[in-house]
DNA sequence: CGTTTTCTATCACGACTGTGACATAAACAT
DNA sequence: ATGTTTATGTCACAGTCGTGATAGAAAACG
């Protein structure tokens, strides 16, 4: 039997509301208040289904950390064997892979533009200190996962595994900041062919 | 003779009192009142010199900038040529060149903070965007500086010098965003590990 | 000396913020 | 039906903010 409301949605309707006003005005225009009028809700309701103002911001980020890393577990599975493929194959299926991370479109730009947000916030916000390092891991982890696969190809060697990790996950995480940032500086173009240069140069 | 107060020294002074604030609790934590208080001063004296919140802001934002480039730029002075150096020693010349915009030490950890604060503050202040516009412009045409004169030793095909450009900017820029908000992921000597690395691979 | 400019300090105002408290209403349970 | 949980809405309070206005002290000037 359902109940008068779905919680859960209602929820993440709210969540909804507070990533467009972060993508759109930043983390800093994001209030309980902002929040209500952007989601059509009264603030007392937002109040109903979070306990604050730091409970909506903790739960916003969850849910922005969560869908990107479902979208990026799904891509995977539908990855081919480094080992079935020629270099310029594994190259362009790996910067096809990548770029979810990167703001090449209205959707994943404002994805990126949040999770900067809320990375530099969580430099003096102990409350969402350990979403941020969970976050920041999970690029490298996502970037060590690549670095191996390369490595059990002998595209790699062995003792260059972590530090190419760390180096593709600092491309990444720079391509996005600036791209988010300034993407008259660093165009979405500019961003795809970095990335596929780089891959490429790796797998040589 | 001299004023009671040179007034360009306690400009600098209160600018100072932003970059510690901005640096240790976030560019949210920078008011006009705490600002006077860190500085040790009045808030009608803060007032005095500036005309307001985005004035100071701005003048904190356009020093940082400065302060930046003319280390920059002093480096770059007692630089040797590349033509007179073999591949190792021009990778560690420029390795040490670039580290100066790494959060390598306490002192550059706070310019590269504050700098990341700016720069995300920027995406929706109008007020500061054409200073973030310059900041990022800047470690772009850096980068380019370091890649024309690669190729123009034919270390680098002149076509690649705009897209290597781009990815040493990004690397430099995901190395200091990744050290700043998660140095405990990031290390100093990863950060200087991976550029040293990049160069080396650029040079060969 | 007096006058003027520079500097410091304080108050008040309106606009925000998160949050505690509470009233109302709607849906559900018994 | 009554009672209970769920949900929405409203008010008030203390705190913060930038800023206009103003006053008083201190230094510089004539």
Do not use: W
């Not at 950390?65 to 079935?84: G, K």
């Not at 350990?130 to 190809?153: C, K, P, S, Y």
């Not at 593709?168 to 990335?195: H, I, K």
């Amino acid at each position: 039997m359902p109940k008068q409301v779905d919680s859960e949605q209602r929820r993440a309707h709210i969540a909804d509301a507070v990533l467009r006003l972060a993508a759109r005005d930043g983390l800093q225009a994001v209030s309980l208040r902002s929040v209500a009028a952007e989601a059509g809700l009264n603030i007392g309701s937002v109040r109903h289904y979070f306990d604050g103002q730091r409970d909506v911001m903790r739960f916003a980020m969850r849910s922005t950390i969560d869908r990107v890393t479902a979208r990026l577990e799904r891509r995977r599975e539908s990855l081919r064997p480094l080992s079935e493929l020629t270099r310029d194959e594994a190259a362009d299926q790996l910067t096809e892979f990548l770029a979810e991370l990167l703001p090449l479109d209205a959707a994943r730009r404002a994805e990126a533009s949040v999770l900067v947000e809320f990375l530099v916030a969580a430099r003096v916000d102990q409350e969402i200190a350990d979403l941020a390092h969970e976050a920041m891991r999970g690029t490298l982890v996502l970037a060590r996962r690549i670095t191996d696969a390369m490595a059990r190809q002998d595209l790699l060697p062995a003792e260059a595994v972590a530090l190419e990790a760390q180096r593709l996950a600092a491309l990444l995480d720079g391509l996005s900041f600036r791209s988010v940032l300034q993407p008259e500086v660093t165009s979405e173009q500019e961003c795809l062919d970095v990335l596929r240069a780089h891959l490429t140069s790796l797998l040589r």
